[in-house]
């Protein structure tokens, strides 16, 4: 091989290195749970998804309004439908924008994703006031392990993970 030739294989090999390791690396062990309000059809179709909720294709927004990084802590509890259901507290501002939202909204649902699955629906026939909201089905062990390490749960004052 020439000099050339080892030169321009050095490179290659640089240049692949930083892929072959994003690739191997650890699958990301966040939960990420997120609540979008229900629109109308006629919204411009990238920005709405469908559901079947209540028996009817229903859409809601893409854009959540409310967001794991708003929630200050959280409380499992085991479901009916079985596996879990999470009750989480909200920040001050995500509390305040939950309020004006459901204020405003009155009529309308609210999906609840976990990890961009949908896991349940609830319907908005009043505006939430106390900084709370709650999914009352869908969560697995392990996701509630995951939240473990993201906030505390109610009442406690440091993370568990």
Do not use: C
Not at 54 to 81: C, H, I, N, W
Not at 135 to 141: D, E, L, R, Y
């Amino acid at each position: 091989m020439t000099r050339r030739s080892l030169f321009a294989l050095f490179f290659l090999a640089a240049g692949l290195t930083p892929m072959a390791t994003f690739a191997g690396g650890k699958v990301d062990d966040k939960t990420v749970v997120s609540f979008h309000l229900e629109t109308d059809t006629n919204e411009n179709p990238k920005m709405i998804f469908p559901l079947p909720v209540d028996g009817q294709t229903r859409y809601f927004r893409r854009l959540p309004e409310v967001v794991t990084r708003d929630m200050k802590t959280f409380r499992p509890f085991p479901s009916d439908a079985g596996g879990y259901g999470v009750v989480f507290e909200l920040k001050g501002n995500a509390a305040a924008r939950l309020t004006a939202v459901t204020t405003a909204n009155s009529e309308r649902w609210m999906a609840a994703m976990v990890n961009g699955r949908a896991v349940d629906a609830v319907f908005i026939d009043k505006p939430v006031n106390d900084g709370k909201v709650v999914i009352w089905k869908g969560f697995t062990a392990v996701e509630i392990q995951q939240l473990d390490k993201l906030m505390p749960r109610t009442g406690e004052t440091k993370k568990r993970g």
